[in-house]
């Protein structure tokens, strides 16, 4: 976003807010690495508008509750988003900060991803039992049990790593890691490096897996500010968070999702960059063992230039995301390209290795 853009975004609203002398409730959920994510989007918005009353909202998730069933196995598609968007509709909350993996892409009417802030680093990590400090995966020994309640990391990693065993870990990051350093259950457990990051706990991480041993899931290590779409001052205040090169990959990546029908109950990952006004997309779905896969790239022309809006198209959603300022062309751009390689995707094959998996998931 242009300096004078910028600023005439945080003037508008800035003065919006000051006008209503408004108490602007932030939801959240109430694990620890879900309000360290909110407070650094707290943090962001005092710093462009210091005048701002922001108070913190925190509430559990039906995801947070339930412990002992796999994500996959549980078949609700809003487990880490329903209650704080319910909170949101009663207008009980003005904001939500969320995961952006967890939100899925098609959003209930009347909610809209105003903001998304500037991607952490997306790649999966290994942590190791304390016992196996300083190895990689294939350095452990053979059958060592590795935790994930992932299928796409799983059916990737037995692919790439058929000498181990994968078994389901539950719970919040702490209590994760907990599990892992005070039994003997796991050999090692893999988990999104951005939450490792945020926490401040990238000592414990022995290994970054790179796209070729295990592509991430789509728009992970993003951060999206959810609000309604009929509360302009909101859209308007958190638009000037948008950080236009993960807005235009995460919304190839949800686009690529959403045209799949796909969620956490099948394996499939994303590899997202911008390099030179090329946006390039690889996606890949796999069966639940790793041992079938369709994986292809496909690249568009966008532009990360900041412009001023053209009203027509101001509050265009693309995917559930309103992404002010943003050049719409480039937006639209993204969400085809996703469209077209989950196309690409599905006439060689990957409905029926998709719908395999998903029937085999139901049935374990």
């Not at 968007?85 to 105003?114: I, R, Y």
């Not at 998304?116 to 290994?126: G, L, Q, T």
């Not at 907990?178 to 457990?189: G, P």
Request: include cysteine.
């Amino acid at each position: 976003m242009s300096e004078d853009t910028a600023n005439g975004v945080r003037n508008s609203a800035s003065h919006n807010v000051k006008e209503n002398s408004r108490i602007i409730r932030v939801g959240t959920r109430k694990s620890q690495l879900a309000q360290t994510q909110t407070g650094s989007v707290v943090n962001m918005l005092k710093e462009q508008y210091p005048h701002a009353q922001l108070e913190v909202v925190a509430m559990t998730t039906t995801g947070d509750k339930i412990l002992d069933t796999a994500l996959s196995k549980i078949g609700e598609k809003s487990l880490f988003t329903k209650e704080l968007e319910t909170a949101l509709e009663k207008n009980e909350v003005d904001l939500v900060v969320h995961s952006l993996k967890d939100l899925p892409t098609t959003l209930p009417p009347g909610f809209t991803v105003g903001a998304i802030c500037k991607r952490e680093i997306p790649y999966d990590a290994v942590v190791v039992h304390p016992s196996n400090a300083g190895k990689t995966l294939d350095m452990l020994a053979e059958r060592s049990v590795i935790g994930t309640s992932s299928l796409r990391r799983a059916a990737q990693l037995k692919r790439r790593f058929p000498h181990l065993e994968f078994k389901d870990i539950r719970g919040n990051l702490n209590t994760r890691l907990k599990k892992l350093d005070e039994k003997d259950d796991f050999s090692a457990i893999v988990l999104a490096a951005a939450g490792l990051r945020r926490m401040g706990w990238e000592n414990r991480i022995s290994q970054i897996l790179e796209p070729e041993d295990c592509m991430y899931a789509v728009s992970q290590g993003a951060l999206g500010v959810e609000v309604r779409v009929n509360d302009p001052d909101i859209l308007e205040m958190v638009s000037a968070l948008n950080d236009t090169e993960t807005v235009l990959r995460c919304i190839a990546e949800r686009s690529f999702m959403k045209q799949l029908e796909g969620g956490c109950s099948v394996p499939v990952a994303v590899h997202s960059v911008i390099n030179e006004n090329q946006l390039y997309l690889t996606g890949a779905v796999y069966s639940l063992d790793g041992s079938d896969s369709l994986k292809d790239t496909m690249q568009t022309s966008v532009s990360t230039q900041t412009q001023d809006e053209d009203c027509s198209v101001a509050d265009v959603q693309h995917v559930g995301i309103t992404a002010k300022r943003i050049p719409h062309s480039s937006q639209a751009a993204a969400e085809k390209l996703g469209m077209d390689l989950a196309n690409l995707l599905l006439s060689k094959g990957a409905k029926d290795i998709l719908t395999v998996a998903r029937q085999l998931n139901d049935s374990r």
